[in-house]
């Protein structure tokens, strides 16, 4: 079992940044693959951006990865979602997932087990 705290959102406008944390626990969490979802209420969630658990290697969505960026601290637990010159449509509640990801799957939501509550982030024009 594995638990997720995501924290980091709020308000914000155009062009700022934000960072987004998710601290899990388990001595399981640092070898876990964890993945960054988007949702906006009445739309499917939306894959953002995946880190594995070891090699560290770290997968985006074309519409984000020239502004953000995803790292881990296992020694915290902790995976951060950098987050620079964002956008209105970047407007979402991001929630972060644990799971055994790989090259092909890290954007597939149902290979992720254990998923956080969300933090919201909304950006205004």
């Known amino acids: 079992q594995v638990q997720l705290v995501e924290s980091g959102g709020g308000m914000v406008q155009a062009g700022d940044s934000l960072r987004l944390s998710c601290r899990g626990t388990?001595?399981?969490?640092?070898?876990?693959?964890v993945g960054w979802f988007r949702q906006v209420p009445g739309k499917e969630r939306e894959f953002v951006a995946a880190i594995t658990g070891r090699r560290l290697a770290t997968y985006y969505q074309d519409s984000v990865k020239d502004r953000f960026t995803i790292s881990r601290d296992n020694a915290q637990n902790t995976v951060y979602l950098q987050m620079s010159n964002l956008k209105p449509e970047d407007t979402a509640r991001y929630h972060c997932?644990?799971?055994?990801?790989?090259?092909?799957?890290?954007?597939?939501?149902?290979?992720?087990?254990?998923w956080g509550q969300g933090t919201q982030v909304t950006v205004s024009s």
């Open positions: 997932a644990v799971g055994a990801l790989d090259g092909r799957t890290y954007a597939r939501d149902r290979i992720y087990s254990f």
């Open positions: 388990g001595r399981t969490f640092s070898s876990l693959g």
